[in-house]
C-alpha cells in the first residue's frame, strides 16, 4: 500500500505555522472564487471511473520535458478501467474535462507535489503518477475538502489508495500551493495562466449551444412548438439572456442557438434523443450549407475528413430531396461500419456511401466519383479558433494532441508547418478531379498559414495545362448572410473569429468557369426545374410536334380542299377584278367583323398534308354538306366533322403567297372556338344552297360558281398577308 511506502517526514514544530499559512492559502482564494462564479455549486469530486479515465487521457497529452527538466517520472503503462463507464458520453465529458485541466496546469502541480515533499519522500510506482496529477487538481479545485461518495458507487483500489495518499499530505499541499501564488504575486493559479489561455477558459464559459434541426424527420416549425411546450421562449439572440430561451442562427435556418447553461436540461428532451435536434459547432452548419448552395439536383457529394459523422448526417438531410449521392472517404475500420449504418438510419439519412480508402490514395479517375460536382474538404487543422477543445474533440472525434496546444495557447512552428503540407497537399489533389466543379474549403484555425496561405497557393501553382476550366475564388453563399460579412473587396473569403458567442471559422470556395462547349440539354433543365417544384401542374415527357398533332385533332374542323395551281390563279384574277368596283358602304361592315376572321389561322401556317383537291374548297368554320341534286332541300349535318384522311392521297403543299382582303361576316362566330384560333386573315369562297342550317354563316356575298357577288368589299383592304381561297 501506499501508506506503507510513504517515508516518514514529520516536523511537529512546523506543523502549526504550516497550517497557518495554509489557511493564508485558501483564505486568499477564497474572493476571486465568489466573485467570478458565485452561482456554481460547490465541488463535490468525481466518481472513480472519471478519475480513471482522465488519468489514461492525460497520460496520452500531457507535455514531456527534457531529462534534465523532469521533475516526476509517467510510467507507460494505462490504467485499468470499467468498459461500461468508459463508453458513457457523460464520463467522457468529464474525464476530457478533468484531464485538460490538469494539463494547462501540468507545470503547477509538479511543482506543489515536489515542494509538499510527497515526491520524491514516498515510494509511489510510476504509473500511477498521471492518477496523482489529476487528482491533486481536482482536490485543490474542492479547496482541500473531502469528496463526497455516494452510498451505491463502486471504488476502485488505485483511486482509494492516491486519495488517501493526498489527504494525509492535505496540510502541506495548501502550503506549498500558498507560496506559489505568493512568489508569482497571483490571486489564483488561474492567473497564473498565459493570457490566450484564460482568454479561451472565459469565451468557452459563455460559449452558446448550436444545434441543427434534422428536417427528414421535424420542420422548423414543429421543433419551434415542441420546445414552447417544454418552457422554451424564442428570442432573437441568447447573448446574456438567463432562463429557458433559444433563437435562430443568424447565417443558418436550420440551426438553433441555446445558452451554456441549459446543456444538462436540454440532454433529457425528447428532440435530442430523437435525432430531432444535433449538438453540433457551427462551423460545420456553415460548410454543409456552403455545399448546398453549389449543388445541382443529380450532383454527388464527395467529404473529406469530416470527422464528426453529424456532419454527413447534416449534408445528407439538405440533399435529401435530390437524387444526389454523398461519398465519405477515409473510414479506415471496417467495424464501425455497421454501427454507422445504424446511425444514419436513425437520423433518416439514405444517400451516404462510405469509401475505405484515404483521400490522397483515391484515383482521379474512380468510376464511383465520376459525378461528383463538389468536394467539402475539411482537413485537420490546429483548431485554436475554438473556445471549448473538449466538446469539439468529443463531437468531431478531433485528436487529443489538440489539447496539448491549448494548454500552451498555441502551436509550434514545425508543427504548423506539417498541417499547412497536409493541407495543401489534399487541396491540390481535390482540385484534380476534372469532373469537379468546385471546392470548399473550411478549417477552424486562427493562422493565416493553413488558411489564406494554403488556398492561394493552390490556385497559383493550379495545373492549367489539362482541358478543363482553372479554379477560382468565389464567395460563399449561406442562406442568410448578408454581403457586409463577406469580404467581397479584398479576398472573397468568409472568416468568423472566436468570440463569446461563436467559435472561429476559415471558409473557402472555389469553383471552376463553365465550359463554354458544355451545353445542357432542354431535358436536364426541365428536370431541374420540376425537381425544385417550379413546373407543377405541367405535364412534361412528350414531344412538341405530337402536342401540336393532338391539339389540332381535337380542336379543328375538317380542312379545305385546295385546287390546282391554274384554277387559283384564275379564281385570283376574277377576284381583283370584282374588288376594283367594291362598294365603299361595306366598309363599316367589314371593319366590325374581322374578328370572326381570326379563327381560321390553324388550317394553314404549317406544311401540312390534305387530301388531293377534287372538289371546290370550304370554310373550315362551315360545316361539310352532303352533295344534293335537289337545290331546295336542305343538307342535313354530319355527326362527324373530321373526315379520314386515306394515307395513299395524302400531298404536301407547296405555300404561295396571296394578298386579299378578309371576308366580312354579318356576326360573330361562338365564343367557345374563339380563344383556339391565331391572329391570321384569310378570305374563304365556298358554294351552298340558298337555305342553310340556322347558326352557321350565311351571306349574299358567297355566291354559287360562276356568279357575280352583289356586294363587294373596299379595295382598301388588300393589305392581308396569308388570304386562304
Known sequence: MLQSRKLQFSKENNTEELSQLASLALSGDEAPSEKSSSDIPEKTGYPDPVYIMAANIFQGIRIEKSPEKVLIKYGNEPLRSLSEESEDESFQRLSYELAFSALKYQGILETILIDSCIFPSTTIPDHLSCLIIVMLYDFQDRKFQARLLSKNEESIEEVQEVENLLNSFKTKLAAALARYRIKHDALSIYHILPETVRNQELRASTLPLYAWINTSKISPEEVYYSLKKKGYNKVKSVLHIGGKVFAVDQHCYDVLVFPSHLKSDLLNVDLFKDYKLIFQDKSRSLAVHSVKALLNVDDDILMVNTGSWYTVAHMSILTNNNTSKIFVCGVQS??????????????????????????????????????????????????????????????????????????????????????????????????????????????????????????????????????????????PVLPLCSLKEIRLSTDKFFRVEPSEITNGCFLSVLTRERDPSETVSVKDVLARAASKGLLEGIELGKSSKRDKKKKRSKTSLPKAPSTDSNGIQMKIAEFLSRETNANANRSQVATTKTSLTQKSTIQV??????????????????PTFRKNTSASRPCERPTNLVRPRPEGRMVVLKPVEIVLPPVAFP??????????????????RWITPKTVVPGYLSTSSIS???????????????RHRRPWL
Open 334 to 475: 471496417q467495424a464501425k461500419h455497421p454501427d454507422l449504418k445504424n446511425l444514419f438510419t436513425k437520423m433518416g439519412c439514405k444517400n451516404i456511401e462510405i469509401l475505405h480508402e484515404t483521400f490522397l490514395n483515391i484515383e482521379l479517375k474512380d468510376n464511383r466519383l465520376q459525378k461528383v460536382k463538389v468536394i467539402l474538404l475539411l482537413p485537420r487543422c490546429s483548431g485554436l479558433g475554438i473556445s471549448n477543445p473538449v466538446e469539439f474533440i468529443l463531437i468531431e472525434h478531433e485528436d487529443t494532441d489538440l489539447l496539448k496546444d491549448f494548454s500552451q495557447g498555441g502551436t509550434s512552428e514545425d508543427k504548423l508547418h506539417v498541417l499547412a503540407q497536409q493541407q495543401y497537399a489534399q487541396l491540390t489533389h481535390a482540385m484534380k478531379f476534372t469532373k469537379a466543379q468546385a471546392v470548399v474549403y473550411c478549417t477552424c484555425s486562427v493562422y493565416p498559414e493553413e488558411n489564406e496561405a494554403v488556398v492561394k497557393k493552390a490556385l497559383e501553382f493550379q495545373d492549367r495545362g489539362t482541358k478543363v476550366q482553372p479554379y477560382r475564388l468565389s464567395p
Open 704 to 718: 354559287r360558281k360562276g356568279e357575280k357577288p352583289k356586294e363587294n368589299l373596299p379595295s382598301s383592304l388588300l
Open 667 to 684: 356576326f360573330s362566330t361562338p365564343q367557345e372556338i374563339r380563344p383556339q384560333i391565331p391572329t391570321y386573315h384569310f378570305y374563304y
Open 605 to 622: 401556317g404549317s406544311s401540312s398534308q390534305v387530301r388531293k383537291p377534287s372538289k371546290p374548297a370550304t370554310n373550315p368554320l362551315v
